[in-house]
């Protein structure tokens, strides 16, 4: 099962943990390249609210400091997206289970774009995706989907990012070198998802009879 950090206005940290961790982020600290499971899915409201004129904005933050990143958000009051996907590794004798971002090196703060200073002082985040120095807003319709997917359950993973019509090649095998544009039809379809700001695609693999044309 997938996860997704959708961060709270206040979590359960004391003062003392907070402080450590935004050193920790401040300071580039090293940390383990994977999440483990079970530390990172709970859900709570956001204490702006839900006004019309906030939108999602993707923030490219500190590589494998996401999580500590959207909770020094949240502790600001703002409302923070981080979609995860489950990761299996086999050690020599025991399998262990880590939960690592769809988008590494990103999250998602909803705000609205005329407040970017607390959000760009806070540690950990690097810029504000979008055209020089202006904000571009993620499309509601792609973090929808993407909340969605994630809220069922769906098993999403990482998919390189295609854009529509765009042409593919055979890079190994027998038909190695062919070029054309693949359409599968299969009982099990695999859905991508993209962020077109982020030029970044998950996919998602769902019964054929659950996907119509658009």
């Not at 923070?80 to 999250?107: C, I, M, S």
């Not at 359409?183 to 695999?190: G, N, W």
Request: proline fraction near 6%; hydrophobic fraction near 40%; charge should be neutral.
């Amino acid at each position: 099962m997938d996860a997704w950090w959708h961060c709270p206005c206040t979590g359960e940290f004391s003062e003392e943990a907070l402080a450590a961790r935004e050193t920790a982020v401040a300071l580039h600290i090293p940390m383990s390249d994977e999440y483990q499971s079970g530390e990172s899915s709970f859900v709570s409201e956001s204490a702006h609210g839900a006004g019309a004129d906030r939108k999602w904005f993707a923030l490219s933050v500190t590589s494998r400091h996401e999580k500590i990143v959207s909770q020094l958000l949240c502790n600001k009051g703002f409302e923070t997206f981080l979609p995860l996907y489950t990761r299996r590794h086999q050690y020599a004798r025991r399998v262990r289970t880590f939960e690592l971002p769809l988008f590494p090196g990103y999250l998602f703060c909803r705000s609205d774009s005329a407040t970017r200073m607390p959000i760009l002082t806070t540690p950990g985040v690097l810029r504000m995706l979008g055209t020089g120095r202006i904000p571009i807003p993620v499309e509601d319709g792609e973090i929808a989907s993407l909340q969605k997917a994630a809220q069922a359950g769906a098993s999403m993973i990482p998919y390189p990012y295609w854009q529509s019509g765009q042409a593919g090649r055979i890079t190994a095998g027998p038909l190695a070198g062919i070029e054309g544009i693949v359409v599968t039809e299969k009982r099990s379809l695999r859905l991508v998802l993209s962020v077109s700001l982020l030029e970044r695609s998950v996919v998602l693999e769902i019964d054929s009879d659950c996907v119509t044309r658009v």
